[in-house]
């Protein structure tokens, strides 16, 4: 086997578990910090979470700063005026407690502090040229993967676009994945979190640009999510089943930063952006039509794919392993009832009036490039509308 080069980035420590966010303590008390701001947004702000967060915090180091994100969706006004906070209250680290979009936030907001600037001007892969200030990320969802990769997406209402930001000095310092924290998610949000990690992961392993490391840690994304979403989906209570989603939310976000996103990503992040759909769940909505199309370029990463969940193709041919991967993908969505784009309420009308500019920022992604099947604007056309039946 040719292994073309390749490098491995991650944060220096990852905490994970139930109740690991007790840990957090020794590690904080050893970094020398002096002024905290602590970052949080909606819901997360009125739970024993945060002021768990808070108390361990304020003993440890002493006087913290607090800013609440007016919306879960990160936006580039909120990073300026968390930015503007940081500085006026002489803060030294950031500490954010919340939803995959709220630590993109934190990112955002620590670009500002040490790079100054307009969030525009580092948009792309490595334009951020200072360290962020230490940055300890605490997801209060887990699929993002946010709380361990180099990337960040601040939405621009203005433009109705996304500034997608990609850099090794995005990847937090300490991420700290508690399942405790997702005990509350619903039914509909579990499996848009667990679908987000699960396009992660399969993206990773049929990328362009997949290698060694990844592969395998997709692969163990791929296999815990298949065995313990349904679980989680049941029953939010289930801590076995939430402990394993969380960890596959770490290593699908430990894959997309070191072997890249392709296309389900490239097609979703308009789609979330437009009509205001968390993007969980416009990825779900894009997998089984995306797994129907790319199948045929790589059938032994899509048989691969059937093995992990579960099924029987060790006997089969390559093709007809594919097929049982492309099945095991359109039952997993269909069991977690993920809605079309029509059941999500998007109106045919705005959808139709809004293909073209989806399809254009879809060919303009770098992301798009990494699919294993080349893809152009007709097939892109045609998937989109697949996901609106
Ligand atoms: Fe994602």
Same mark, same amino acid.
């Given at each position: 086997?040719?292994?073309?080069? *390749?490098? *491995?980035?991650?944060?220096?420590? #990852? =905490? ?11 590690? %904080? ?18 739970? +024993? ?20 994100? !007016?919306?879960?969706? /990160? ?23 919340? /939803?995959?979009?709220? %630590?993109?936030?934190?990112?955002? +907001?620590? +670009? ?25 990320? %605490?997801?209060?969802?887990?699929? /993002?993967?946010?709380?361990? /990769? ?14 997608? %930001? ?31 990690? *699960? ?23 791929? $296999?815990?999510?298949?065995?313990? +979403? ?62 129907? *199309?790319?199948?045929?370029?790589? !059938?032994?990463?899509?048989? =691969? #794919? ?73 097939? #892109?056309?045609?998937?989109? $509308?697949?996901?609106?039946?």
């Amino acid at each position: 086997m040719l292994v073309l080069p *390749f490098e *491995f980035r991650m944060p220096r420590l #990852i =905490l994970s578990g139930p109740g690991c966010l007790e840990k957090l303590e020794t590690e %904080i008390s050893r970094l020398g910090l002096r002024k905290p701001l602590i970052i949080t947004s909606g819901e997360m702000e009125r739970t +024993i979470y945060l002021a768990s967060l808070v108390e361990m915090l304020e003993r440890t180091i002493g006087e913290t700063s607090k800013y609440t994100a !007016p919306s879960e969706e /990160s936006d580039h006004l909120m990073a300026r005026e968390g930015a503007n906070q940081f500085l006026k209250d002489r803060c030294d680290c950031i500490f954010v407690m919340g /939803s995959g979009s709220t %630590i993109d936030t934190a990112k955002a +907001i620590g +670009i500002l502090t040490t790079n100054g600037g307009y969030l525009k001007d580092f948009q792309g892969e490595g334009k951020v040229l200072h360290p962020l200030p230490p940055l300890v990320a %605490i997801p209060s969802t887990g699929g /993002s993967g946010s709380e361990v /990769s180099k990337c960040a997406m601040v939405t621009d209402p203005e433009e109705k676009a996304r500034i997608a %930001i990609s850099s090794p000095l995005l990847i937090p310092e300490i991420a700290v994945s508690d399942p405790l924290l997702t005990l509350s998610l619903s039914p509909p949000d579990t499996a848009a979190m667990g679908l987000d990690a *699960f396009c992660h992961a399969v993206e990773s392993l049929t990328s362009r640009k997949e290698q060694p490391f990844t592969n395998t840690l997709a692969l163990s994304a791929i $296999k815990l999510i298949s065995d313990n +979403i349904r679980k989680a989906w049941c029953d939010g209570e289930d801590i076995k089943a939430r402990s394993g989603i969380m960890l596959a939310g770490i290593l699908g976000g430990v894959c997309t930063t070191n072997s890249s996103l392709s296309l389900i990503h490239a097609m979703s992040n308009p789609l979330s952006v437009i009509f205001k759909i968390p993007h969980g769940l416009t990825n779900a909505s894009l997998l089984p039509g995306w797994a129907d *199309f790319t199948h045929l370029a790589c !059938p032994e990463k899509f048989k =691969l #794919i059937a093995e992990t969940m579960g099924y029987k193709v060790q006997e089969m041919n390559e093709l007809d392993g594919a097929r049982k991967g492309l099945e095991a993908i359109k039952y997993l969505c269909e069991d977690l009832e993920v809605p079309s784009l029509e059941q999500m309420g998007i109106d045919i009308d705005d959808f139709e009036r809004f293909l073209e500019k989806m399809t254009d920022d879809t060919l303009k992604s770098e992301t798009a490039q990494n699919n294993p099947r080349a893809v152009n604007r007709k097939q #892109i056309l045609e998937l989109y $509308k697949k996901a609106y039946l």
